[in-house]
T-cell receptor, first 114, second 110 residues
Framework: DAGVIQSPRHEVTEMGQEVTLRCKPI?????LFWYRQTMMRGLELLIY????????DSGMPEDRFSAKMPNASFSTLKIQPSEPRDSAVYFC????????????FGPGTRLTVL | GENVEQHPSTLSVQEGDSAVIKCTYS??????FPWYKQELGKRPQLIID?????GEKKDQRIAVTLNKTAKHFSLHITETQPEDSAVYFC?????????FGAGTRLTVKP
């Protein structure tokens, strides 16, 4: 069984550009989480979905960030416009309906905004 | 909201010794406490977890203890090996809202 899949694995962009990060959860998992990891702030929960519906987006830093989950097998995290302080590793995680709290992480996307 | 504190931030032990990492949490409603291991450049991987109705759980060389009254939980690694070297994160969760500690960088010297 494939784990959580994220793309791209690395992204380098210039300030002001739009960035879209993608995630495919583990098949059968119905909860999906987006995290950001930096040295300064550690691992932060940005938003999570349950059955494709956003449940808590209080961790989204500002309006430049948006996330969608159009179906059970795909989610995006978009930053528009991007800024250098958005540079971080962004992880997606998913969990199954019978054990929502137990989250499995994807490999992450390392984002660098110049 | 939940606040998780983790200590120490760095820990260096000799191969074969034990390592203990401690975390405290603030929200008494938290009921799930996982531990993740993250190697350099890799994803966090779940290594063990404990729920609030259990005081202790063990899996080979790894054990976790939970004191709900004091709101703290600990990770114990016995007979450490160089491949245990990584950053370890504790977390506390309630209703899918997971908060992570700042991490402990464990170095096991051969």
């Amino acid at each position: 069984d494939a784990g959580v899949i994220q793309s791209p694995r690395h992204e380098v962009t210039e300030m002001g550009q739009e960035v879209t990060l993608r995630c495919k959860p583990i098949s059968g998992h119905n909860s999906l989480f987006w995290y950001r990891q930096t040295m300064m702030r550690g691992l932060e929960l940005l938003i999570y979905f349950n059955n494709n519906v956003p449940i808590d987006d209080s961790g989204m830093p500002e309006d430049r960030f948006s996330a969608k989950m159009p179906n059970a097998s795909f989610s995006t995290l978009k930053i528009q416009p991007s800024e250098p302080r958005d540079s971080a590793v962004y992880f997606c995680a998913s969990s199954r309906p019978t054990d929502i709290a137990k989250q499995f992480f994807g490999p992450g996307t390392r984002l660098t905004v110049l | 909201g939940e606040n998780v504190e983790q200590h120490p931030s760095t820990l260096s032990v000799q191969e074969g010794d034990s390592a203990v990492i401690k975390c405290t949490y603030s929200d008494s409603a938290s009921n799930y406490f996982p531990w993740y291991k993250q190697e350099l450049g890799k994803r966090p991987q779940l290594i063990i977890d404990i729920r609030s109705n259990v005081g202790e759980k063990k899996d080979q060389r790894i054990a976790v203890t939970l004191n709900k009254t004091a709101k703290h939980f600990s990770l114990h690694i016995t007979e450490t090996q160089p491949e245990d070297s990584a950053v370890y994160f504790c977390a506390a969760s309630y209703n899918n809202d997971m908060r992570f500690g700042a991490g402990t960088r464990l170095t096991v010297k051969p």
